[in-house]
């Protein structure tokens, strides 16, 4: 069914650990992990990757979920696989939460907080996998209604296992909320009424320093009177 080291890299991966990132500025709480798109699954644990009696998967064999670019809901389906001649057992826990990134002032930041009002639904609440068998979890991603569009919507799921002879278990999942081809590659001119940022323009240069081309007496510069004086005297002599 897997090849070695496909067999392999899903057991690293569902034995990984989670790392909480500690960070605790602007608000936030060092009780959320890094993002799935910066760890991955987490911190390789052989001694457990090896204990293991069961991987989890989706359907193609992925032990990593990327569902792409989502609506306001997603279901996927979680399939599990016993190699051990005893039945595991194992609740289900959405552990950190739906994630998405901290955002301060327009800005993402490196740092996940949770998003608001979204939540992951499973339609079984503990799933026993039987000995040299299979089971499967589906799995709902919610996302609300007012949420901000085109934004990241990741996290853990936890299978724990009933006992401690084996080892909890992790599948990383990671959505795009909207539209990837919907955000600008290059903000609008800060002139503009859809800017995102306000940064972007046309500048040159006097004695190093830059400066917006446009009326620079005004913190708005005016497109209409954007120019350069290419005589050499190091007065905007090129954008």
């Known amino acids: 069914m897997y090849k070695r080291q496909e067999m392999a890299k899903v057991m690293a991966m569902n034995t990984a650990k989670v790392i909480i990132d500690p960070t605790e500025s602007y608000g936030r709480i060092a009780e959320y992990p890094y993002s799935p798109r910066q760890q991955g699954a987490g911190m390789i644990q052989i001694d457990k990757a090896i204990k293991t009696p069961v991987v989890i998967t989706d359907e193609k064999g992925k032990a990593g979920i990327a569902l792409g670019s989502i ?43 949770p998003l ?23 799995v709902t991603l919610i996302i609300p209604q007012n949420a901000p569009r085109n934004i990241f919507a990741e996290g853990y799921i936890s299978f724990i296992p009933h006992g401690s002879d084996v080892p909890e278990l992790t599948v990383p999942y ?5 539209n990837w081809d919907e955000p600008r590659v290059i903000d609008s001119p800060m002139w503009e009424e859809d800017t995102y940022y306000g940064f972007t323009g046309m500048a040159g240069e006097i004695s190093g320093n830059l400066y917006f081309l446009g009326n620079i007496a005004s913190l708005t510069p005016d497109p209409y009177t954007i120019a350069i004086s290419p005589n050499g005297d190091g007065i905007f002599d090129y954008v």
């Open 174 to 178: 990671t959505a795009f909320y909207g």
């Open 71 to 113: 609506g306001n809901s997603v279901t996927f389906t979680l399939v599990l696989r016993n190699f051990g001649d005893i039945d595991v057992t194992y609740n289900l826990e959405d552990k950190y939460g739906v994630l998405t990134d901290q955002v301060l002032y327009g800005f993402n930041l490196t740092h996940t907080v």
């Open 116 to 138: 608001t009002g979204a939540v992951v639904t499973f339609d079984k609440d503990t799933v026993t996998v039987p000995a040299n068998g299979e089971e499967t979890v589906n």
